[in-house]
């Protein structure tokens, strides 16, 4: 299954942005897809997961009650809407998918990735 992560840009802090995350194919029964992303010299992180479902998610403490992810199932397509963005949100944010796994926020679970799509958040 391939990922297309897309919807970064520049915003101003307190604004406002919607990534997408589009899978080729529905190829597992069941899965999580995650977002994570990467500050420049920082490490990977876990930013927020989805069940397949849709009716389990949970959240990095430092975005809790800014970013909602979302599922489209009929799409194939899981969304994070992203408000109150403060400049340390600045990252590339990648989407991936952890198949056959029921809501982790460990990287090392999630087998695919997509391309990544740069947020800035900057006045």
């Known amino acids: 299954v391939q990922l297309q992560a897309s919807g970064g840009g520049l915003v101003q802090p307190g604004g406002s942005l919607r990534l997408s995350c589009a899978a080729s194919?529905?190829?597992?029964?069941?899965?999580?897809t995650g977002w994570f992303r990467q500050a420049p010299g920082k490490e990977r992180e876990f930013v927020a997961a989805?069940?397949?479902?849709?009716?389990?998610?949970n959240y990095a403490d430092s975005v809790q009650g800014r970013f909602t992810i979302s599922i489209n199932g009929a799409k194939n397509t899981v969304y994070l809407h992203m408000n109150k963005l403060k400049p340390e949100d600045t990252a590339v944010y990648y989407c991936?998918?952890?198949?056959?796994?029921?809501?982790?926020?460990?990287?090392?679970?999630?087998?695919?990735w997509g391309q990544g799509t740069l947020v800035t958040v900057s006045s």
């Open positions: 194919r529905r190829a597992f029964s069941v899965y999580t």
């Open positions: 989805i069940f397949w479902t849709g009716t389990s998610s």
């Open positions: 991936a998918v952890a198949p056959g796994i029921r809501m982790t926020s460990k990287l090392e679970e999630y087998t695919y």
